[in-house]
């Protein structure tokens, strides 16, 4: 059985500070690990793929196999970067596994 | 064409009353995705459509709950006999041939059950 495991539900940072998003996932085959956001009265979008290793509005995420993370992180936080994120696994099948989920608060 | 779009937005039924939800997905994706999500929690699987065949269905759907897309276009959900924890948001998504994870979402059906 697969498993994503967000451990933070609600994470707060200053404006300028670094951030990380925790993400832990269990999956006997090979994963393909998604970041989707959430901004307020919008709906829920693709952030990042680990596939790609991208920067997207300066995040990035590395997955680590050996520590079975996938970890969110972006060096200067700002406000625009408040919402809700999600951590999500994928199988080449087209069966997915979200995470609860972390609610991120950049205060000014 | 504006993104996925789902109707309808908001309902409100009697426990035991059947309900239909309806997704259109954008136009060239051959793929299409139904979640369910309750507060406090993040999106679940319930099931995926290859055009108009359906290819993966969660074990935690029941009897209850059936999916169509029979033109391999608008998909529908149907909820038999709904029960007050059917409560929650529903959600669509559609994707290219690419990558699964590449998923675009529907603003969501909130269903209420009294």
């Known amino acids: 059985a697969q498993r994503v495991t967000q451990p933070e539900k609600l994470l707060s940072v200053f404006k300028g500070a670094p951030v990380e998003l925790k993400c832990n996932y269990s999956y006997s085959g090979s994963p393909e690990l998604f970041w989707y956001v959430q901004y307020s009265r919008q709906r829920l979008q693709l952030l990042l793929r680990?596939?790609s290793r991208e920067s997207i509005k300066g995040f990035t995420a590395d997955l680590n196999k050996g520590e079975t993370s996938f970890h969110l992180k972006k060096p200067f936080a700002q406000e625009e970067d408040s919402a809700m994120y999600y951590c999500a696994l994928f199988t080449n099948a087209g069966k997915s596994t979200f995470g609860d989920g972390t609610t991120l608060t950049v205060k000014p | 064409d504006t993104g996925v779009s789902q109707d309808p937005r908001h309902k409100i039924t009697k426990r035991g009353q059947n309900v239909t939800f309806r997704c259109d997905p954008i136009s060239e994706h051959n793929r299409l995705y139904w979640y369910r999500q309750t507060l406090g929690q993040g999106p679940e699987f319930l099931t995926y459509f290859q055009n108009e065949a359906q290819l993966e269905k969660s074990r935690l759907l029941s009897d209850r709950f059936s999916a169509e897309r029979p033109k391999g276009s608008f998909s529908t959900l149907e909820i038999q006999r709904t029960e007050q924890g059917d409560s929650a948001m529903y959600l669509c998504a559609s994707s290219p041939q690419t990558r699964h994870g590449e998923q675009f979402f529907g603003p969501g059906t909130r269903l209420t059950v009294l």
């Open positions: 680990h596939i």
